[in-house]
């Protein structure tokens, strides 16, 4: 089992800047990827950016060159650092870990982050 508690998200002006938190706890050593995934209202829920524990890290192409994944392997934390946010960047954002990509089984509990216009 794995925990994950995200924190960071909040409410944000277009062109500024959040950072995104997901601290993992329990059976960490069962994680080889960690991604943030989103879900906008009335839109599926998409993936924003995964990373492998090996430091290599995919990009959704709408945050490419604004966001920023990287993880603290010795907190057993992930991050999310965006940039130049847009308003269709509101969405709930949950961190997910996988053993195999894509496989996603473990899931916070999500954070809110609205971008006002």
């Not at 409410?11 to 329990?26: D, H, P, W, Y």
Request: aromatic share 12%.
């Amino acid at each position: 089992q794995v925990q994950l508690v995200e924190s960071g998200g909040g409410l944000v002006q277009a062109g500024g800047s959040l950072r995104l938190s997901c601290a993992a706890s329990g059976s960490t050593f069962e994680i080889n990827f960690m991604g943030w995934h989103r879900q906008a209202p009335g839109k599926q829920r998409e993936l924003v950016a995964l990373i492998h524990s090996g430091g290599n890290a995919n990009y959704a192409d709408s945050v490419k060159g604004r966001f920023t994944i990287s993880r603290d392997d010795a907190k057993n934390t992930v991050y999310l650092q965006m940039s130049s946010l847009k308003p269709e960047d509101t969405a709930i954002y949950y961190c997910a870990t996988a053993k195999y990509y894509g496989r996603y089984n473990y899931w916070g509990q999500g954070t809110q982050v609205t971008v006002s216009s």
